[in-house]
């Protein structure tokens, strides 16, 4: 063979051999990581992270998939992350990592954003995790529950987040890139989604509870299930849940089935006044009638109709002034609407938004149309 | 040397995947934030006279490449000179394109291979089609380019379940000055760098009209930038598409159809990488080309692997990390002006005057003639 | 190249023995005995040749049949030539015309007193007839050497339609062919290569449609073929072809007489050669690896979807086990958790890492293939037992190799046999993508899928280009291509058939 022949084929041995694909990352040199808690150390303000993997020491045909925890400590995240080598065989892999959840007591003292950076920042991890809230004492608790739908409890949770919002409507799974842009806007605050345990058959389980409102990147509140409801109406969020009633004379006696909702909102602004309107159209199915059987007629229907939009209108309206009161923080995107709508107005408005937000005039209106009442007259 | 052609349509196919290459990876972003769609609407009004311009220059010497045309139009001394200076500029963009890339694949995909080796196996490929010739790469380009259309219009349809369409809010948001300043950042990379084909315009045939290759392209690429802008843009909205390297990976990472089209951001790497390819490929043989005229060579194909490795060199001392390699956009900016517009319209001028003086001087003398003068 | 060589020697001493030959012309004198025995000279130690002595037209002539045992029609030389010698009562035996026409009774005749024809002429089972006094001979056609039946060929079954294929005599195949083309456009021209074996080879185009570029081309580089021998058609095909050191191929073979029918009728060359039941066919275009003759003789739905399936087979043979291993080395992103889990803790015990295993799985496929090509029948069944458990099951439990693994290797073998006459290619192909993807995952495959297909790009065939992208993507170039139009659909011939023929239907050249 000619003399550049030879040479070609050296040059690409030496190109295979020397960098010897040092990238290759066999799936037996990994450990799979599905969750991660953040907390902190109270005696040296470490992090202290716990990580879910799924567990592989077992086939996972014969015995099935199990999860595990490891602990580590370290003075940011990414070291915290880094240290747990200490104790396990091999790196850490986030490819899969599903949700992130931070303890109250970060979310409360730290600007919470600091904490997105690394899983931001760092190739691996998927933008599309889930940021949650831990309201027990710390977030590491949330991983000793049971699972009861599925053997890791990343999984189950990240789960019960996303179908919460067709499901119950109380609580919103915000992901990591939504949660920077949420917190990088004008005009909004940051609101998460909130697990806590609870109590199922004598075994304790996660449940979501509410949302969590944040200040200046800052937790500061709770909205509970109740609440939280009526701010996913105002902020457009709703895809399924129930609406009960109280009518005919008892109470808490009528489900409507929430089909479909639209939520619209539009501002006013006059003598230095914001006005702000919410307009939510729903259309709901009768889902339940506690009384004793009699067929449904227009007039009651009517009538159901009637009393389902001022009750909306009314908790609507309340829970926003009690976020309004209580902490005083946009968590609907108002200011972040009147930025995008007609930023000169903003531009006036923004040092003091706050001051604004909370004397700020809602007008809450609802319409509900019955669609139908399922397969019962 | 023997004469190759192409078709309008391959170098069309070409063109697009130029402009294509590494401005899509670098995402097209700058401080216009959500207004980043109007910044290019600009930028493209902005370009289409100096791509005009470009175009008349090949239209009045057509079936030359630039370094004939800059002989004959300015004189030897000159244009030796002029030509220096385009192999110069083909040279370094050849580098910073693969630099950009090696980048690119380094921080998402192969984070623990050393650079040099992602850009030597580029820059291999790069030779093998510079070697096969213009015309192996025109043909490429059209096969591949409905590839990357694809791609782009299918994550995009399978973004839209995502999307939130005041992610586009404010509009004009930012001030008429940042969004110029994007624009012109977008004019001079990648509308402008269209300079280097002028170099290979030898190859396009004579009855193809340049205006129709030119004009037609930047706006199909301009269409796809748009939408490739809009994805990223209605996808993760203003603050991450600013704040990522590499938005339009990003933006892909998060699509989510049915919980089963997911995890696709392989397809983005995809279309870098056949991009790059072809920018590289088109900047080295402008740069070979320009070296065989200036030594008087035979082809150009023998210098196309020296070159090559030239520019894997130069790249690897362009810059330090991955921050200065955005930041040089700022400066690339400006440093490109003489070789984007200054040298382009000086050489226009004086086209324009010659072919008319030629014209004057005989009444049947045309650049048809010229032709058979500079074929020799 | 050592042949190259040789074979200056040869021609040398060739010429020497041609002289001989020349000089000795007089040696085809009138004397019978003298020619006989330089025959026999020649055919010394060829113990096969036989001599018959004839005494005709009344004890006045005397002549002497030669020819090769096993070869000859027997009866045709005992009914024809010597029946009517020996009863013959001609008298006037100078003129060899009269033997010719009015006593022996055989179809093909011809005069020689080349020494080398009468040679080649014994050797291909003629009957050489000599007579006393006769300064030449008599080359007579009594071929009835056996050859192998018609049968259908084995690489290349149909589903329906005709089920002829070649067999090794030229003058079989030739005859499959001109009976299917009942114009006189058909041309069919004689040349020989080989020097020592001077094999017979027939060039077969139709006038009207053939460019006469590339068929001179064609016989600028037949001529200039100076070989020992040459046995079959890939000799000839590995002299011709435009890209000696290209895997894929640039002349196409096929065993079929109606695809070489239908290849000619697009304005192709064909080249047959004795010996062979492969006959090329010239320009060969990068999508016929993919086309098969069946997909012109059943509906065109279920073609279209055929060929389609076919050239997605090719492209996941060559693909598959290189993505996998990029999947599970580098881009484990790629894959949603339940399957990554699967095939994780599947790894967990499996001691090679994943490209090696690829790598030796794939070889052992490719052992077992060539095996089974060459295996006795009756041990069939044994091995694909031995391959699938021992192989298959046996490793998976042994926890030697993944199970994965297996599936991958599987697909990848499998959708390799849909396009036979790319195996070569594809070998080399995945090889070098497993390679690249080892090293640079996902970047290298990228990047080596596009070195390919410039590799493809350049490839020519007698100057036309194998892939032929205009750029255009007009209806009138897939049609026959990825899909299969229906016929009342496809006018016109390829692109570089002679344009004023282009049109197929109704047109008149």
């Not at chain 2, 207004?35 to 311009?53: E, K």
């Not at chain 3, 070195?451 to 992208?469: A, D, E, K, W, Y």
Request: a negative charge.
């Amino acid at each position: 063979m000619n003399k550049k022949g030879k040479c070609f084929i050296i040059v690409l041995l030496m190109l295979f051999l020397l960098c010897g694909c040092q990238g290759y990352r066999g799936l037996d040199e990994m450990v799979i990581v599905t969750g991660i808690a953040i907390d902190k150390t109270p005696e040296n303000d470490n992090y202290r992270l716990t990580f879910e993997i799924v567990d592989l020491t077992v086939p996972v045909k014969e015995m099935g998939l199990k999860g595990q925890v490891i602990e580590s400590e370290g003075k940011t995240l990414f070291d915290a992350v880094r240290n747990a080598k200490k104790r396990i065989t091999k790196k850490l892999y986030f490819g899969q990592a599903q949700i992130i959840i931070v303890s109250q007591e970060i979310a409360r003292n730290e600007d919470v954003g600091i904490i997105i950076d690394w899983f931001l920042r760092d190739v691996e991890c998927r933008e599309t995790m889930c940021f949650i809230i831990s309201q027990e004492e710390t977030a590491r608790e949330m991983f000793e529950i049971e699972a009861l739908t599925h053997p890791l409890v990343s999984t189950e949770i990240n789960n019960i987040l996303e179908l919460d919002q067709e499901v119950t409507s109380t609580t919103l799974c915000v992901e990591l890139y939504k949660a920077f842009g949420g917190l990088h806007s004008e005009g909004e605050e940051l609101a998460l989604p909130v697990i806590h345990k609870a109590i199922n058959n004598g075994k304790t389980v996660g449940e979501t509870n509410g949302m969590a409102v944040f200040k200046d990147n800052k937790l500061v509140g709770f909205l509970p299930p109740n609440e939280s409801k009526y701010y996913l109406f105002a902020i457009d969020e709703v895809k399924g849940g129930i609406l009960t009633l109280s009518a005919f004379g008892e109470e808490h006696n009528i489900s409507l089935e929430i089909f479909e909702n639209k939520t619209g909102a539009s501002f006013d602004y006059k003598d230095g006044k914001v006005k702000v309107t919410v307009k939510t159209d729903t259309t709901v199915y009768l889902g339940e009638v506690m009384r004793p059987y009699a067929p449904m007629d227009e007039k009651e229907i009517n009538e159901l109709e009637d009393i389902a939009k001022s009750e909306l209108k009314k908790n609507i309206s309340n829970s926003i002034k009690k976020v309004q009161s209580e902490f005083g923080a946009d968590i609907y995107g108002f200011g972040n609407m009147i930025y995008k709508k007609d930023i000169k107005l903003w531009k006036q408005l923004a040092e003091n938004w706050e001051e604004h937000f909370r004397t700020l005039e809602v007008e809450v209106e609802s319409e509900i149309e019955i669609a139908n009442t399922a397969s019962l007259k | 040397m023997p004469k190759e052609t192409v078709s309008l349509r391959q170098a069309a196919c070409t063109f697009v995947m130029f402009l294509f290459g590494s401005s899509v990876i670098m995402g097209v972003n700058s401080e216009a934030g959500q207004d980043s769609w109007i910044s290019l609407l600009l930028a493209m009004l902005m370009a289409l006279p100096i791509i005009l311009i470009y175009a008349r220059i090949m239209r009045l010497y057509p079936e030359m490449d630039l370094f004939e045309i800059v002989e004959k139009v300015i004189g030897k001394i000159g244009g030796k000179i002029v030509t220096i200076l385009m192999i110069w500029y083909a040279l370094h963009l050849c580098a910073l394109v693969i630099r950009d890339f090696s980048e690119f694949i380094k921080v998402t995909v192969l984070t623990e291979t050393p650079q040099l080796n992602i850009m030597l196996i580029l820059i291999l490929v790069v030779v093998y089609m510079s070697k096969s010739g213009i015309e192996t790469m025109g043909k490429w380009s059209v096969i591949i380019l409905p590839v990357i259309t694809l791609v782009v219009i299918f994550t995009m349809i399978l973004g839209l379940e995502r999307i939130d369409p005041t992610n586009l809010l404010p509009i004009m948001g930012h001030s008429l000055g940042t969004i110029a300043g994007g624009a012109y950042k977008i004019f001079a990379f990648p509308f402008a760098e269209t300079v280097v084909f002028l170099c290979l315009a030898g190859s396009l045939r004579k009855k193809d009209s340049p205006y129709k290759l030119f004009t037609v392209a930047t706006l199909i690429a301009t269409v796809i930038f748009l939408l490739v802008i809009m994805r990223n843009l209605l996808l993760l909205g203003p603050a991450v598409t600013n704040a990522k390297y590499y938005p339009s990976y990003t933006a892909v990472r998060i699509i989510n159809v049915g919980d089963f089209l997911v995890r696709i951001e392989g397809s983005t790497a995809l279309n870098f990488i056949l991009a790059g390819v072809i920018k590289t490929t088109v900047c080295l043989v402008a740069a070979s080309k320009g070296i065989t005229r200036l030594f008087g060579l035979c082809n150009y194909k023998h210098i196309v692997f020296p070159l090559g490795l030239l520019a894997v060199a130069l790249g690897t001392l362009l810059y330090e990390n991955i921050k200065e390699a955005f930041d040089f956009l700022e400066i690339y900016q400006i440093y490109a002006i003489p070789f984007q517009i200054i040298i382009p319209v000086f050489i226009w001028i004086l086209a324009e005057i010659k072919v008319r003086q030629d014209k004057a001087a005989n009444g049947s003398h045309s650049p048809d003639s010229a032709q058979t003068d500079a074929a020799g | 190249m050592g042949r190259f060589f040789k074979k200056k020697q040869n021609l040398s001493s060739n010429k020497n023995e041609s002289t001989n030959e020349t000089t000795d012309k007089p040696v085809l004198f009138d004397s019978l005995d003298k020619n006989v025995e330089t025959i026999s000279e020649l055919f010394k130690d060829v113990d096969i040749l036989r001599l018959k002595y004839i005494n005709c037209c009344d004890r006045r002539l005397t002549c002497c049949i030669i020819f090769c045992d096993g070869m000859v029609d027997q009866s045709v030389i005992n009914e024809s030539i010597i029946n009517p010698l020996m009863l013959s009562s001609v008298k006037d035996t100078d003129s060899v015309y009269t033997l010719m026409t009015q006593v022996i009774q055989i179809g093909g005749m011809k005069e020689t007193d080349n020494v080398d024809e009468i040679v080649e002429a014994i050797a291909y089972g003629d009957t050489v007839l000599f007579a006393e006094g006769l300064g030449q001979a008599i080359i007579l056609d009594t071929k009835g050497f056996q050859s192998r039946p018609i049968n259908e060929p084995e690489n290349e079954k149909n589903l329906s339609g005709s089920r002829e294929g070649f067999t090794e005599s030229l003058l079989v195949n030739l005859s499959m062919i001109r009976r299917r083309v009942l114009t006189s456009e058909l041309k069919m021209k004689s040349y020989t290569i080989g020097r020592r074996t001077k094999t017979k080879a027939y060039i077969c185009y139709m006038d009207g449609l053939v460019n006469k570029q590339i068929l001179s081309e064609l016989y600028r580089r037949l001529d200039k073929i100076d070989i020992d021998a040459v046995l079959d058609t890939n000799y000839i095909t590995e002299l011709i072809h435009d890209s000696p050191w290209s895997p894929f191929r640039t002349i196409g073979y096929t065993e079929r007489p109606d695809a070489v029918v239908g290849k000619l009728l697009e304005g192709r060359i064909a080249i047959f050669l004795d010996g062979s039941p492969a006959v090329l066919t010239l320009p060969y275009l990068f999508i016929e690896n993919f086309q098969s003759s069946e997909d012109y003789y059943l509906n065109f739905y279920y073609t279209s979807f055929s060929r389609m399936v076919r050239i997605i087979g090719f492209f996941l043979s060559v693909i598959v086990p290189s993505v996998y291993i990029a999947a599970v080395a580098f881009h484990h992103e790629m894959m949603p958790l339940q399957l990554f889990i699967n095939i994780t803790s599947e790894r967990q015990t499996v001691p090679l890492p994943a490209s090696l295993e690829a790598l030796i799985m794939l070889f052992v496929f490719d052992i077992l293939r060539e095996t089974g090509v060459r295996m006795p029948s009756n041990i069939g069944q044994t091995l694909s037992i031995v391959g699938a458990l021992v192989i298959g099951q046996a490793a998976v439990e042994a926890k030697l190799v993944a199970a994965p693994m297996i599936i991958v290797v599987a697909l990848t073998g499998i959708t390799g046999l849909l396009t036979p006459k790319l195996n070569s290619p594809i070998v080399y192909i995945r090889l070098m993508l497993l390679l690249l993807a080892t090293a640079f995952g996902f970047y290298g495959i990228i990047l080596g899928v596009s070195c390919v297909l410039i590799h493809i790009i350049n490839l020519r065939s007698f100057g036309v280009p194998q892939l032929t992208i205009s750029g255009k993507l007009r209806f009138q170039d897939i049609k026959d291509t990825v899909i299969r139009a229906p016929w009342w659909m496809m006018i016109l011939r390829p692109g570089f058939a002679e344009d004023r023929v282009r049109s197929k239907e109704g047109g008149k050249s």
